[in-house]
């Protein structure tokens, strides 16, 4: 089984429309991280949670919003969808542990397209 | 300012070796990945380095100046499963673990 899962896989919606992306992770990371990727800018941060009382905003929160509803889900909800939210969008966890390194592993993705 | 530079595109004959290179000017430096991308799928760890000179790992090889604000990724033995992005990130030393990623070079392997 997949170490950090992402649901759905893929997304079509509206203009205006709530959705919610989830993402579940079995790694037992207390870290974890919402990206996305539009081609030609890489990986962008939009929010990211050190535990489930810590949420901080990325470099492009506006239009989202989180949810950590435990150690291990972290929900990402687009309140009013746009097209420019058009994206593949990656959920990711590391962890703390003492260990320096800290490498953040990435689920499979979701391709939301917003009509 | 950040910034993260690698080449678009590259290409390479399988068998042969490539160099992908990557220049960065953060605020400050903690740290430097490297990630493969294969086309619609998850980013895959490769690397990391945080001090000076090179980290090998198997055909896969990568280089840090931190004075410089370069690394590279070099791949050896090239085979046509290497085709993929490969992605550049940097750790500023703020303390959250947040990663500025380049945008990525993408890597065709022709036989």
């Known amino acids: 089984d997949a170490d950090v899962t992402q649901t759905p896989r893929n997304r079509i919606t509206k203009t205006g429309k709530r959705i919610m992306l989830e993402c579940s992770q079995t790694?037992?990371?207390?870290?974890m991280y919402w990206y996305r990727q539009d081609p030609g800018l890489g990986l962008r941060l939009i929010y990211y949670?050190?535990?489930?009382?810590?949420?901080n905003k990325g470099e492009i929160s506006d239009g989202y919003s989180v949810s950590r509803q435990a150690q291990a889900k972290f929900s990402l909800s687009l309140e009013s969808a746009i097209p420019n939210q058009t994206a593949l969008y990656f959920c990711?966890?590391?962890?703390?542990?003492?260990?320096?390194?800290?490498?953040?592993?990435f689920g499979p993705g979701t391709r939301l397209l917003v009509l | 300012g950040q910034n993260i530079d690698q080449p678009t595109e590259m290409t390479a004959t399988e068998g042969a070796i490539v160099q992908i290179n990557c220049t960065y000017q953060t605020s400050g430096f903690n740290g430097l990945f490297w990630y493969q991308q294969h086309a619609g799928e998850a980013p895959t760890f490769l690397s990391y380095?945080?001090?000076?000179g090179l980290e090998e790992k198997g055909r896969f090889s990568s280089f840090l100046s931190r004075s410089k604000g370069y690394s590279y990724l070099l791949l050896k033995e090239l085979q046509m499963k290497d085709s993929a992005s490969y992605l550049c990130?940097?750790?500023?030393?703020?303390?959250?673990?947040?990663?500025?990623f380049g945008a990525g070079t993408r890597l065709a392997v022709h036989p």
């Open positions: 990130a940097v750790r500023p030393p703020n303390g959250y673990n947040k990663l500025i």
């Open positions: 990711a966890t590391s962890d703390t542990g003492g260990a320096y390194q800290e490498t953040q592993y």
């Open positions: 790694k037992g990371h207390d870290r």
């Open positions: 949670s050190f535990d489930v009382k810590d949420i």
């Open positions: 380095n945080v001090l000076d």
